[in-house]
């Protein structure tokens, strides 16, 4: 919007204006006293028109420094968009990265865990250890 306003600041501008009223007078006034002696009209109507033009002339080039600032503004606003969707991809791709090393280091757990078990279970069977690491449920 603030770019639209800058560069129609460059351009000529240009208003027409109309109006219409219609008018009556008393007869206790004194235009309308006037009115009755003399056999005039009390009714009066008056129509208006008015066709404005202008251009503001650049001379010392604010209007077209005011147009370079709201591009550049706009610019920056362009890339304050891109600089966030950049930061949300950014911020994704790294948490996808976390969660997909916490569940490698979930299955290489349970891994150990189901290697352990097997493991424990050799040993209250005769295998290696001393039996107090596997108590049986009762």
């Known amino acids: ?13 240009g208003g027409v204006q109309v109006s219409a009223a219609q008018n009556r007078s008393s007869l206790d006034t004194p235009i309308g006293l006037i009115a009755r002696k003399s056999g005039g009209a009390r009714d009066f109507a008056a129509y208006e028109g008015d066709l404005t033009a202008g251009w503001e002339i650049d001379v010392f080039g604010g209007l077209r420094r005011g147009q370079e600032a709201a591009a550049a503004q706009y610019q920056a606003s362009q890339a304050g968009t891109l600089a966030a969707r950049l930061a949300v991809t950014a911020q994704v ?8 090393g916490l569940q490698e280091r979930l299955g290489i757990a349970r891994g150990r865990q189901g290697h352990s078990s097997a493991a424990s279970g050799a040993s209250g069977r005769g295998g290696i250890g001393s039996g107090a690491e596997h108590h049986p449920d009762p």
Request: charged letters at 10%; hydrophobic letters at 55%.
């Open 1 to 13: 919007a603030g770019l639209n306003a800058a560069t129609a600041a460059l351009l000529p501008s």
């Open 93 to 100: 791709a790294d948490t996808y990265v976390v969660m997909r």
